[in-house]
Nanobody, 125 residues
Framework: QVQLVESGGGLVQAGGSLRLSCAASGRTFSRYAMGWFRQAPGKEREFVAAISWMGGSTYYVNSVKGRFTISRDNAKNTVYLQMNSLKPEDTAVYYC??????????????????WGQGTQVTVSS
């Protein structure tokens, strides 16, 4: 089992920045690919970014490319999502997710077995 706890959400003005953190405990974190997803009110959960277990491979949804950066520190069992140039349409509950994989990552929510409780990000215009 892997337990995930997100933090770092909040209220920010458009153009501002936030850094989300996802702390993992339980099984060996370094062998898990990690993903960030978000869900806005009335919408389905959406893939945002993913990172392989060694951190050498990342992928982003087009709407956040160039603004968001996913990274991880396996020594700290933590994955991060640095969000810059935030827009009102980025408003959502953000979730981190984990899945044991030897390589790569999934961009589908069905590719992850473990989920955090979510953290709210609100971007005001």
């Amino acid at each position: 089992q892997v337990q995930l706890v997100e933090s770092g959400g909040g209220l920010v003005q458009a153009g501002g920045s936030l850094r989300l953190s996802c702390a993992a405990s339980g099984r060996t974190f370094s062998r898990y690919a990690m993903g960030w997803f978000r869900q806005a009110p009335g919408k389905e959960r959406e893939f945002v970014a993913a990172i392989s277990w060694m951190g050498g491979s990342t992928y982003y949804v087009n709407s956040v490319k160039g603004r968001f950066t996913i990274s991880r520190d396996n020594a700290k069992n933590t994955v991060y999502l640095q969000m810059n140039s935030l827009k009102p349409e980025d408003t959502a509950v953000y979730y981190c997710a984990a899945e044991s994989r030897d390589y790569g990552y999934s961009t589908s929510s069905r590719g992850y077995s473990y989920w955090g409780q979510g953290t709210q990000v609100t971007v005001s215009s």
